[in-house]
């Protein structure tokens, strides 16, 4: 169940035989929850299926035996020890090898800095919710990497696999890059007034074509999702249920 074990004290519920469709296993799932449990929130849920993103899995059945995996997306937060994302687009001239990231780690040791290739970057809005679930999976102490800059890579390359998340979503000093920093407010607003005085490069991210042809992602897997996001979507979602 993921962080949705909260809602099940007792450990996952029973909600009968198999055979029955997805949607209608989610909502049994849902009509489980103990009375005083926390109220389970599918629709800040990303669901898989047997480790399969559902968003490609419209009018999938469940049977006897599937595992169906739900993790709450949970959303900044309050207070000075609260941690929030910043985003920010790097210029081929800044794109580092390992000698900016390592400066930039040491001057802001408290943010959690991630360089990513920015062909692997859909969007701002894209980098924000990939961080957001490796923030998601830090405060369940679910990372996939000892170091929460590095569950933020793997995330994004989807794979398990650092040195191929580096191969695939590791900045390049060639190509123009993406800064994904975590951490509290203040230092945050100081690592963006530092890149603010770097060079900034396309404001264009990576295209939606070269990112469907990396993961696979068919028309079909957009047309199932059915948002304005889809693509979006899909990739965050295979990024959170990434285990």
Excluded at 84 to 90: E, I, N, P, S, Y
Excluded at 219 to 226: E, I, N, S, T
């Amino acid at each position: 169940m993921g962080a949705a074990r909260k809602s099940f004290p007792g450990g996952p519920p029973d909600i009968g035989g198999g055979g029955i469709p997805l949607d209608e296993a989610l909502a049994r799932i849902r009509g489980a929850v103990p009375a005083g449990a926390p109220r389970l929130d599918l629709e800040n849920s990303l669901v898989a299926l047997n480790g399969a993103d559902s968003s490609a899995l419209r009018g999938a059945t469940v049977a006897d035996g599937d595992t169906i995996t739900i993790i709450p997306i949970v959303h900044g937060g309050q207070g000075p020890r609260a941690r929030g994302v910043l985003v920010a687009r790097l210029g081929r001239a800044a794109s580092p090898g390992e000698g900016l990231v390592d400066s930039l780690r040491a001057e802001f040791p408290r943010l959690a800095i991630q360089v990513v290739r920015r062909r692997m970057v859909l969007g701002e809005s894209h980098a924000r919710r990939v961080a957001e679930v490796s923030l998601a999976a830090s405060r369940r102490g679910a990372l996939l990497s000892n170091r929460l800059e590095t569950d933020m890579l793997l995330r994004f390359a989807n794979t398990l696999q650092i040195s191929q998340a580096i191969r695939l979503a590791g900045a390049r000093k060639t190509e123009d890059a993406v800064i994904v920093a975590a951490g509290t407010a203040r230092g945050l607003e100081g690592l963006r007034e530092r890149a603010g005085a770097m060079p900034r490069g396309s404001a264009r991210y990576g295209s939606e074509a070269s990112l469907r042809a990396e993961f696979g992602i068919t028309a079909a897997h957009l047309r199932a999702v059915g948002s304005a996001r889809a693509l979006e979507d899909i990739l965050v979602e295979r990024a959170a249920v990434l285990l």
